[in-house]
């Protein structure tokens, strides 16, 4: 019974042991995954910050170069305005003049003409020029507003995860505290537990040890106590032998004495049983052979006798009998 206790009381201190290097492992695996977490959140934190910081210079630079490019187009559309207006005033000029012209040409003004018409074409395709550039930088303008929206939605999105991760973070930490607690709480409960442990373990074995002892003494006292009754057990056995001798020496004079006293008894009983026989037909001889019921009643009477004789005559023999065995088997013993 001690042992089977020692034994549990070992199972579940290695039991407990065992629950507690489970639970430190588990702490440590989530501490690891929690570390991980802080790492893959800063490290994609500092992306986006890096991702936002290159689309704000990209959105910067291309304003700039957008604003640029407006202010040229301003520029051009108001020397092409101005260019058209000193060609409106030339064109005045030359048709309130060919009113006076004769005959000769003016050639010089044909030259200015022709000049102010081609800086006019210059300044004209300059402008297709700058309003197709325009046109692919509103374009690409366009195609980076879209970028800009979806990387607005992609940041958004990501700040949302931040944000779901800090909260991860912060529960994690949390539950990392908590399971500091518990596990604190858990070792505190756990060494008191081994302690108690330990101190029925040396209650038992004390216990054991005084069992033990006692076993020993009670050994020691059976041996005693065996050798003391093998003695006694052989002063009986010689005891018995001595009075079985003169019990069975008693036995065989009181069955000598039996026997005589039984054959006297046997041979007194006899006699009785022939003095009674012979009243009996003494009586017959008396009876008149003419009256047959004092017959038949005589000789009723005679079988009686002589059946009460026999019975008694039997009863006798079986006495003797069953002596005369009771001397053989105490003979034989």
């Avoid at 003409?113 to 700058?130: I, P, Y």
């Avoid at 040890?209 to 003494?217: I, K, N, P, Y």
């Avoid at 019921?293 to 006495?319: C, G, M, P, T, Y």
């Amino acid at each position: 019974m001690q042992q089977n206790s020692i034994d549990v009381m070992e199972d579940t201190v290695a039991f407990l042991r065992d629950k507690v290097t489970a639970i430190d492992n588990a702490g440590a695996d989530l501490a690891k995954r929690v570390h991980s977490l802080d790492d893959a959140a800063a490290s994609t934190h500092a992306k986006l910050l890096q991702l936002r910081a290159t689309v704000d210079s990209r959105d910067s630079d291309y304003h700039s170069t957008f604003q640029g490019l407006a202010l040229g187009q301003q520029q051009l559309k108001g020397t092409l305005a101005d260019h058209q207006q000193a060609l409106a005033k030339h064109q005045d000029v030359t048709a309130n003049s060919a009113n006076i012209k004769e005959t000769r040409p003016n050639y010089f003004e044909s030259g200015a003409v022709a000049e102010l018409q081609w800086k006019t074409g210059d300044v004209t395709s300059r402008v297709d020029t700058h309003d197709r550039r325009l046109d692919v930088v509103d374009a690409d303008v366009a195609g980076i507003s879209t970028r800009q929206q979806d990387a607005a939605h992609v940041v958004a999105s990501l700040d949302t995860r931040l944000d779901m991760l800090a909260n991860q973070h912060v529960k994690a930490q949390n539950l990392h505290l908590k399971l500091d607690a518990a596990v604190s709480g858990m070792d505190k409960e756990l060494r008191r537990r081994l302690d108690d442990a330990e101190k029925a373990f040396d209650g038992l074995n004390l216990d054991c040890a005084t069992f033990r002892r006692q076993v020993g003494e009670a050994q020691w006292a059976q041996g005693e106590t065996n050798k003391m009754v093998e003695v006694e057990c052989k002063e009986l056995a010689r005891s018995v032998h001595a009075v079985h001798g003169e019990t069975i020496a008693a036995i065989s004079n009181r069955l000598s004495d039996l026997r005589s006293t039984s054959t006297a008894q046997f041979e007194r009983h006899t006699q009785i049983n022939l003095q009674e026989l012979k009243k009996m037909l003494d009586g017959l001889q008396h009876v008149e052979l003419n009256d047959s019921e004092a017959v038949d009643k005589q000789l009723n009477a005679l079988a009686l006798s002589i059946a009460q004789i026999d019975l008694k005559q039997e009863h006798f023999r079986h006495k003797v009998m069953i002596l005369v065995l009771i001397h053989e088997i105490h003979r034989l013993d």
